[in-house]
Each structure stands twice: as C-alpha cells, then as structure tokens.
C-alpha cells in the first residue's frame, strides 16, 4: 500500500510560480510511473503531466506544455510539479497518483493523494 501526500498549493497571481511536491511512502518508489492530475471547479479531473520512474518518460498535456515541469528524487521518495507562469484557468485541486505502468487515463492509477489546491488570481 502507498500513501501519496501532496504540498505546496495556495494563492498565486497570475505569471507566478508554484512547486508542487508529493511524497511517498509504503512501497517502492522507484517502480511507480507517477501522474499529477488537476480537477478545476465544475470540470473533470484531468491528466497533467506524467514521469516514468527512471525519469527518462516524461508526459505533458498541451495545455500546461512549457510552462510546468515534473520531476521526481527517488532517493527522496517525492515527485515534483514545478508551475511557471501561472494563469487563472489552472486553478484547480491537483493531486498526485502512481501506478505501475505509463498512462494518462486516471481509472489505471492505484494510489491518490488527497489533493492540495492551486488558487491563480487575475
């Protein structure tokens, strides 16, 4: 059993910055693709951005492509969502999940963290 503890989200203006961090425990790190989704006010959650555990896949949504980074220290147990230039519309819940092998669709993910929230003001 993995736990995933997600940090870091609060109030940004618009163009700020914000890491997010998830860390994890129960399990081996390392073996877990880990995936960052979003879910914004009346919207569906969605996929964001995606790492392999060997750091060498790395997957992004268009929408947040150039503008955030993931990013993971296996030796700390934790994976990273950098968030540059910020705009209103990624304001959201943004959780972290892991699973075993790639994938963006979230029903394949078999661990959550319990979200942190991303407020970007205009």
């Known amino acids: 059993q993995v736990q995933l503890v997600e940090s870091g989200g609060g109030l940004v203006q618009a163009g700020g910055s914000l890491r997010l961090s998830c860390a994890a425990s129960?399990?081996?790190?390392?073996?877990?693709?880990m995936g960052w989704f979003r879910r914004a006010p009346g919207k569906d959650r969605e996929f964001v951005a995606g790492?392999?555990?060997?750091?060498?896949?790395?997957d992004y949504t268009d929408s947040i492509q150039g503008r955030f980074t993931v990013s993971r220290d296996n030796a700390k147990n934790t994976v990273y969502l950098q968030m540059n230039s910020l705009k209103p519309e990624d304001t959201a819940v943004y959780y972290c999940?892991?699973?075993?092998?790639?994938?963006?669709?979230?029903?394949?993910?078999?661990?959550w963290g319990q979200g942190t929230q991303v407020t970007v003001s205009s």
């Open positions: 999940a892991a699973r075993t092998t790639y994938g963006r669709d979230s029903s394949g993910y078999d661990y």
């Open positions: 129960g399990g081996t790190f390392r073996r877990y693709f």
């Open positions: 790492i392999s555990g060997s750091s060498l896949m790395l």
